[in-house]
């Protein structure tokens, strides 16, 4: 009996996070899980920070937020293109939410206390690509960074 689970699961029978449909609410999320990983760690902070993120611009609960954000790292994982997903973010939101939408890339960012260049460079990308000029960008950041020592 032992041997039947086993080879349920080594077959390929175990669940897998259905793939979500690539609207705003799914690009953003899988952006955040991209952004949490640009420096090659996926660590619980922006983990967290993700899930808070997508409940409050969501409106859902813990549990809700925690399960669109495994479906965004599904989406994140299938979708290898970063300027795809940003350019679609672009067309599908207005100019307040790409502003919105950057402010929740940099607390992701800056979620495990650490800056790294390869994030830096994500969030240029990110920046370029949701048509967020760069002092805006900068006013952005420094905002994140005065709300990250106030709590």
């Known amino acids: ?13 175990g669940y897998r996070t259905p793939l979500p449909a690539a609207d705003a609410q ?7 899980v991209r ?3 640009a420096d090659k760690a996926y660590l619980f902070q922006e983990v967290e920070r993700i899930d808070r993120i997508l409940a409050r611009r969501f ?14 790292e599904r989406l994140n994982d299938e979708m290898p293109d970063t300027e795809e997903l940003l350019t679609k ?10 502003e919105a ?5 940099w607390q992701v960012v800056f979620a495990d206390g650490q ?24 006013r952005i950041r420094e905002a994140v960074l005065q709300d990250l020592k106030t709590d």
């Open 1 to 13: 009996m032992f041997d039947r689970i086993l080879s349920f699961f080594s077959a390929g029978h």
């Open 115 to 138: 800056e790294h260049e390869t994030e830096d460079a994500f969030l240029t990308l990110a920046q370029q690509t949701l048509g967020v000029d760069p002092e805006t960008c900068a």
């Open 59 to 72: 409106d859902l609960n813990p549990l809700e937020a925690a399960k669109m954000r495994a479906q965004c």
């Open 101 to 105: 939408s950057l402010r929740a890339l």
């Open 35 to 37: 952004a949490a990983q």
């Open 89 to 98: 973010l672009h067309d599908a939101i207005d100019v307040s939410e790409r």
């Open 26 to 32: 799914h690009v953003l999320g899988a952006l955040l």
